[in-house]
Every structure is written in structure tokens, then in C-alpha cells.
């Protein structure tokens, strides 16, 4: 591929040298990190590395920026277009980290880095986003993109650079421009500070149990965990549950004590809602600020303008699926509420079903249906165990080998790496790294992210992904290791379907690599990677009970298939619910209080009131820490009709049919956004995607 390190003729700017340490020690983002496969030199990063970095990484974008710009000649794909994509290889080393560690690594140290850092890369950001001169040059490749000789994924990067800054308002005349500005630079600095009450409120709240006798019904390992959690907070002998989800999950699901799981519950759902973590003020500066970022950008409002960029279209076309999904999503939530309430009535309970009971009685029924409990899967699902799971269906389907490098560079010692490789050939194809327990300075919930992406860089060469997935699950005790629920189970191999998309993208550009697709089509392949972690085919191999090393029996696999639908009232009445609260709040300009903002669109909709939104407001992080999923988080029911769809071809030919994942492969996992993802589904699936697939999948409908 052709070398573009070059702008006219003129070298692109490497090192910003105002920002070169002077002493004896570099600052290691500085330069090329010069590890195995671009790994980040985790131990030779400081805290204090990070600020001048990325203000050196600034100099060095807006230098390569200026020589854009002032080239004479005729604008095209190789002095446009290609510098665009390498335009400061400071920023992209830094930010990779930085970003991580946000999420990761925030300790109190770090956080104070992030509220300096993160005004400064979001107004650089503006400096390439809302440059008038610089669209102008994007312009003129695009009016002639069709007469310059392009293949057609060249086409496609640049109308994505055209497309993408039109977007962020490059177009748009200079006054409207500065008020984008300041609205885009309020927002970031209250998306730090929604984020930072959220992790603080997560933190500070814990139950203490004196009592032994509270603790009925609940996992050993939840009990073990517990205790030590109880140390820690200055309570010996006695047990503290938090709302980390290894702690409120368990007791949710399992504790006999009600009051035990009304005072988790009630603490997770009132989580940053009032006191010094309170989030309410932030949510309603965010909606205001989002309505008038949208009439700036010619919009009704924020929903009208996020949906008008991805496969949806618009907010009615959203709420038009969400809408078939959560009518028989109630529907069924009442058949399982009656179902619940029959057996609290059996037992001589003598209260209604409320929604901190959900979980526990779910299980209770589900046991009584299907004498099926879940925690008589757990032992079988070490996590160990389940890796060595994924992996071997990651190598049957993908044709991929996990290798771990027990050397390389690491920023926490319970970071695992891998050499994903050819299981053929053993040609190295990315960098995979893992972090799975609880700390905290790491956000909760589990994600995917890279910090370096497949494509061509700025030395002409094509490098490979270092993809990482993070979760939060319950860590090894003295007695036991690291046992995962079977949603757990879900996660992971959810989490790693995301993985594989980045890691097995050869996309040319960066920019069309990998994850770089549709937020509505994002989900595609992590919500299809789900169903291996389930399939018999799979789970006799890997699910083996970690005191006995026996696998998985027969029967007990049997009853996990046969339970597979169970409850999905409320796991789809939960999510669409929160998705149409979240296009609700898309729709308006202001709203006076959030909670009845919230509990009005409850009404509207017909929420059951034994079933909370997956999310409520002021710990919605998919929506309010950040636009990533704003007006958007629909997409994971989108996109599931799509994953429905992709499945059924794999039941009908085989979960492990050669041809059916290589066609998945080279048109989905490789693709990533060369083409348009409409027409990739189509030449994977042969039609377009059938929303009754997912009813079908999820057993609403035969």
C-alpha cells in the first residue's frame, strides 16, 4: 500500500519536541512504543506521562492539520484523505491508554488527570470537527470521488469523512459553529461529572449484615466474598453486600431475607439520585443542552438527530419495533408475575409480588417448572473454564488460537494477554487482553474497547488490533475460584464477540475497520456470539465442575436448554422499556423532574409495576455518560434482529457449519464498514433481516 506519511511533500510532523521531557526519562507516548505488536510499555507509563502527551499529540494534529490545509495542490485521496487518517500518531498512542484507565483505572489520582485531559482532546476535537477549511478540502475529494480512479472502499472512507463531519457540524455557517462549541464543551464536562457520582454513589453504598442468619439461601462464594468485603470496610465478622454486580446480583437472585434484597434493591435503583452524588441536576443541564445541540443541527430534537445517522432512520421507526417487542414482552411479564405470585401464595407468603422480589422468584419457579436452579450450574462455569470454552469455538468457527504471552506488558497484575494467531499458519492477527474483577476504580458493567486499531498507519504499514474486554465479576476466594452465573456466561462470550469483530477486521482504513459500523449494527456480532457459550454441541467441553472436573451432565444441560426462554417477559419488557425511556428523553427540550419525567413515560407505555426500567436515570450511563448510545440504546433490540435472523441460518445448517461461518467471516467479522451494512446482512443472510426472527428465537411467537 502506498506510504503517506507525507502531506505535499512535506514530512508529517512526528514529535512535538515543546513537550519533550528534558530529563534523563521520555515520555513514553512520545515515540513509537516499539514493543511486540505495538503493545503499550504499561510499566514505563506515569500518571504525569499522560497531560503532556496528549497536549503534544494536540500540536502534532493541529500542525498536520495546517498542512492540509495550506496544500497547493489539487485536493485527492492521498493528500486529503490518507493524512486524515494518521493525523497524529501522539494522540492515537495516548489517547488508547488514556481512555482505558478512564474506565479502568480511575483512581482519585487519575480522575483529577481526566477532568484536565478531557476538555482539552474534546476541544481539539472540535478543531478538526468544525473546520470550515478543512471540510471544504474533504468537500472537493467528495464532489469528484466518483472521477478519481478510487476502488470502491476508498469511495466509502472518504463520503465517511464527509458524512461524519457534516455530522459533527462542520457545514454549518460560523456562528452556529462556536454555539456547537460550547455546548459540546458543557456536555463533556458533565458527562465527567455524571460519571464521577455514579462511581462514588456505586462505592460509598453498602448493606451490613450482623445477623448469620440473614444470609440464608445465598452461595458460599457470596457469603466468602461478602466477608472479606466487610473487612475492608472496617466490619470484621460481620458481612457487607455492595452494588457491584458479583455482590447485588447474588442476593437479588438468592437471599431468603426480603429485607435483604429490598434494601440492595432499592439502594441500586436509587443509586446518585439524591445527597452530595445526585445526578438529577446533571440529567436535565445534559437534555437541555442535547435539544439545543439539535436545533443547532437543524433537528426537531436529539432523537430526530441520532437516529438519522444510523439503519433506523428515525425515532418512529425505533419505537415502532420497540413497540411490537414490549407489548409481548408485558404480556408475557404478566403470565410470569402470575406464575410468581401462585407460588408466594402456595408457600403461605402473604404479600404481593414487588420488583425486588422479581429475581428470587424467577429462580423459585424456574426450579419448580424445570427443576432447574442456576446455582447448580455454577460450579461447572469456572471462569477459566469458560475461556478455554470461547477459545475452542472462536478456533472451530473462525479458524483462531489463542496463545497467552505471560510477559508481555500489563497495567494491573490480574490482566491476562493473548497472541491471537492463525490456528493454521500461526500468523499473529491481534493483540487480546482481558480484565474481569471488580475494583474500584473500574466502572461497572463489562465492554469492549481497542487501543489500537487494525489498518494502514503512519509509516505505511498495516498493523493488527490490541482489543481488550473488561467486566466485574466475582473474584476468587480462598476456597473457590472465580464462578460465573450463566448471565455472567452470557457476558463474556457477548463481550468477546465484540472482540472479534476488531480483531479479525482487514478493513484497509482505520476508519472502516472493525467496530467502526452503525451503532444499530455494532451489536450484531456480539449478541450472535452468545448462543456457542449455550450450545450442547460446546458446553460438554468446557463446563467442568471445578472441585470434581467432571463435565456438565446430560441432564443438567438439558434442563439449562429446555429453561433457555424462561422469563424473557421480563428481560424484554427491562430492555425495551429502558430503550423507550431513553427516545422519550431524546424528544424533549427540557424536563423540570427527572423522576416524574420517567415515571409519566412508565404510565404511557404500561410498565408493570413489578418490573423497573433495566435503567433508570440517574445511573443510565449507556445514555448520560457520554453520546455513545443517546437516543440509542434501542439498537440492542435492532440488533438483535439481526442477530435472530444470522442464528437461524446457523440452526439450519449447523452451529458449526464451515461454509455458514466462513460466509459469516468474510462478510460481517472482516467487512466491518467497507460497505454499507444493509447490503453485507443480505449477501450473509440471502433476504433482508426478519423481525419476527427474534420473536420467534425468543419464543413470543412459533
Aim: aromatic residues 12%.
Amino acid at each position: 500500500m502506498k506510504r503517506f506519511s507525507t502531506i505535499c511533500g512535506a514530512t508529517i510532523l512526528m514529535v512535538a519536541t515543546a513537550f519533550l521531557r528534558m530529563d534523563a526519562r521520555e515520555n513514553p507516548f512520545l515515540k513509537p512504543f516499539g514493543t511486540q505488536f505495538d503493545i503499550p510499555p504499561f510499566e514505563l507509563i506515569e500518571n504525569g506521562d499522560f497531560i503532556p502527551a496528549i497536549k503534544a499529540g494536540i500540536e502534532e494534529q493541529d500542525a498536520n492539520i495546517k498542512k492540509i490545509i495550506d496544500c497547493k495542490e489539487t485536493p485527492d485521496f492521498n493528500n486529503v484523505i490518507l493524512p486524515l487518517e494518521n493525523v497524529s500518531p501522539i494522540l492515537d498512542r495516548v489517547a488508547g491508554v488514556f481512555w482505558h484507565y478512564d474506565n479502568a483505572l480511575k483512581t482519585p489520582e487519575f480522575a483529577a488527570i481526566a477532568d484536565e485531559a478531557i476538555p482539552l482532546l474534546n476541544e481539539a476535537s472540535n478543531r478538526v470537527n468544525l473546520n470550515p477549511k478543512l471540510f471544504k478540502k474533504i468537500k472537493a475529494v467528495y464532489d469528484r470521488r466518483n472521477d478519481m480512479g478510487l476502488d470502491p472502499v476508498q469511495i466509502r472512507l472518504v463520503e465517511k469523512y464527509y458524512r461524519v463531519l457534516a455530522q459533527q457540524g462542520a457545514a454549518l455557517p460560523a456562528k452556529k459553529q462556536e454555539q456547537l462549541k460550547k455546548v459540546n464543551e458543557e456536555l463533556s464536562k458533565l458527562f465527567i461529572e455524571y460519571t464521577r457520582n455514579l462511581l462514588n454513589a456505586t462505592n460509598e453504598y453498602y448493606v451490613l449484615v450482623e445477623d448469620e442468619k440473614e444470609l440464608a439461601g445465598l452461595p458460599a462464594s457470596s457469603v466468602a466474598m461478602a466477608a472479606e468485603e466487610a473487612v475492608n470496610r472496617g466490619h470484621a465478622g460481620k458481612w457487607a453486600f455492595t452494588l457491584h454486580a458479583p455482590s447485588r446480583l447474588p442476593v437479588l437472585s438468592n437471599a431468603d431475607s426480603r429485607e435483604l434484597r429490598r434494601k440492595i434493591y432499592e439502594g441500586y435503583t436509587s443509586l446518585a439520585s439524591s445527597g452530595q452524588y445526585d445526578n438529577n441536576p446533571v440529567i436535565k443541564k445534559i437534555i437541555k443542552l442535547r435539544g439545543e445541540k439539535a436545533r443547532i443541527m437543524g433537528f426537531d430534537n436529539f432523537a430526530q438527530m441520532m437516529t438519522s445517522r444510523v439503519m433506523a432512520g428515525t425515532p418512529e421507526a425505533a419505537e415502532a419495533l420497540l413497540t411490537q417487542v414490549f407489548n409481548l414482552a408485558v404480556k408475557r411479564s404478566h403470565e410470569e408475575v402470575a406464575d410468581m405470585q401462585a407460588y408466594v401464595d402456595a408457600q403461605g407468603g402473604g404479600f404481593k409480588i414487588a420488583p425486588y422480589d422479581y429475581y428470587y422468584y424467577a429462580d423459585k419457579v424456574k426450579q419448580q417448572k424445570y427443576d432447574f436452579d442456576e446455582n447448580d450450574a455454577r460450579p461447572y462455569f469456572q471462569l477459566e473454564n469458560v475461556l478455554a470454552g470461547m477459545f475452542d469455538a472462536a478456533e472451530r468457527l473462525w479458524g483462531i488460537k489463542m496463545v497467552e504471552m505471560p510477559d508481555a506488558p500489563k497495567y494491573m497484575d490480574e490482566v491476562t494477554v493473548y497472541d491471537v494467531q492463525d490456528a493454521k499458519t500461526g500468523e499473529h492477527i491481534a493483540v487480546w487482553m482481558c480484565d474481569y474483577f471488580p475494583r474500584d476504580s473500574k466502572v461497572q458493567g463489562a465492554w469492549m474497547e481497542q487501543m489500537q486499531s487494525a489498518g494502514l498507519y503512519e509509516d505505511g504499514k498495516y498493523h493488527r488490533p490490541i482489543v481488550y474486554n473488561v467486566g466485574n465479576y466475582t473474584k476468587p476466594t480462598a476456597d473457590a475460584p472465580s464462578l460465573l452465573t450463566l448471565d455472567e456466561v452470557e457476558t463474556t462470550f457477548h463481550e468477546f464477540g465484540h472482540a472479534l469483530q476488531g480483531m479479525l477486521s482487514t478493513a484497509p482504513y482505520r476508519s472502516l475497520a472493525g467496530t467502526n459500523v452503525d451503532r444499530d449494527y455494532v451489536e450484531l456480532c456480539s449478541q450472535l456470539n452468545e448462543h456457542w457459550g449455550f450450545t450442547p454441541e460446546l458446553i460438554k467441553s468446557y463446563a467442568k465442575h471445578y472441585q470434581t472436573g467432571e463435565a456438565i451432565p446430560d441432564e443438567l444441560i438439558e434442563k439449562l436448554t429446555a429453561s433457555g426462554n424462561f422469563n424473557q417477559g421480563f428481560v424484554y419488557t427491562e430492555l425495551a422499556g429502558a430503550s423507550l425511556l431513553d427516545l422519550a428523553f431524546g424528544q424533549v427540550d427540557e424536563v423540570d423532574d427527572v423522576a416524574a419525567f420517567e415515571k409519566g413515560v412508565a404510565e404511557k407505555i404500561g410498565m408493570p409495576e413489578e418490573i423497573a426500567f433495566r435503567y433508570r436515570p440517574t445511573y443510565f450511563k449507556h445514555i448520560f455518560g457520554d453520546d455513545g448510545y443517546a437516543s440509542g440504546y434501542y439498537t440492542y433490540i435492532w440488533s438483535q434482529v439481526l442477530e435472530a435472523d444470522a442464528w437461524e441460518k446457523f440452526l439450519e445448517n449447523g452451529v458449526f457449519d464451515p461454509e455458514t461461518a466462513a460466509s459469516f467471516k468474510k462478510n460481517i467479522l472482516e467487512s466491518g464498514d467497507t460497505e454499507d451494512a444493509m447490503v453485507l446482512f443480505e449477501r450473509f443472510r440471502g433476504h433482508k433481516p426478519d423481525a419476527a426472527a427474534l420473536l420467534r428465537i425468543r419464543g413470543f411467537v412459533e
